[in-house]
């Protein structure tokens, strides 16, 4: 497991950036329906922390050093104070990523790689355009190649466009889940919808 650490402090420039493997990747601002998945999740989580009283807190776009030089900047981070079982509380337990047409395959390659040498349990991927989200656990240092729980919708990595592959097994249909508990908050309940409602924003691109 690699040696973290994490900066508090928000990028101010109108670009924010990654640097991986020694690569700056410049990042344009989200869409709309993005920004309202991360803020919807944050609900979800920080109440539930605070109606538990538990030491967690979810935070967005915070960088996280991947080593001394290089970093990310996950669309929303999980962390725990009591999280006793790692070294490195700079590690956090849950790592969220909004797809979107220009990073989803830097997020599900080099990201998703770097987060798991980092030692992140579970790696959630969103996808705002089809409505599905992905979790990925990480089993003997490395991710899976398709996710471990909801949905297993792979990534036609080797299109240039951002797509998911749209056939669906009719069995595969029949066990969609619209609402799970995180394996390390089996007390919280999370529903789809909630992380996809949009309705009282009809403005939302």
Not at 178 to 193: G, R, T
Request: glycine share 2%; charged share 30%; proline share 5%.
């Amino acid at each position: 497991m690699q040696d973290c650490s994490v900066n508090i402090n928000y990028i101010d420039n109108p670009f924010a950036e990654e640097k991986i493997d020694g690569k700056i990747y410049l990042m344009a601002r989200p869409k709309d329906k993005h920004l309202f998945i991360q803020d919807n999740l944050l609900t979800i989580f920080n109440n539930h922390f605070a109606d538990k009283k538990k030491k967690c807190r979810a935070v967005s776009e915070m960088q996280l050093y991947t080593d001394k030089e290089n970093y990310v900047q996950p669309d929303l981070l999980v962390y725990c104070k009591d999280n006793n079982e790692k070294k490195n509380r700079a590690v956090p337990l849950i790592v969220v990523e909004v797809l979107s047409d220009s990073t989803w395959k830097k997020d599900m390659t080099a990201k998703m790689r770097k987060y798991a040498e980092l030692g992140i349990e579970e790696y959630w991927v969103i996808d705002p355009r089809n409505q599905r989200l992905s979790i990925y656990k990480l089993d003997g240092g490395k991710y899976g190649s398709e996710p471990g729980e909801l949905y297993n919708y792979p990534l036609n990595l080797a299109d240039d466009e951002f797509s998911i592959v749209p056939e669906i097994r009719e069995k595969e249909q029949q066990e969609i889940i619209k609402e799970f508990s995180p394996w390390f908050f089996p007390d919280l309940v999370i529903s789809l919808e909630d992380i996809f409602d949009f309705d009282a924003l009809d403005f939302v691109r």
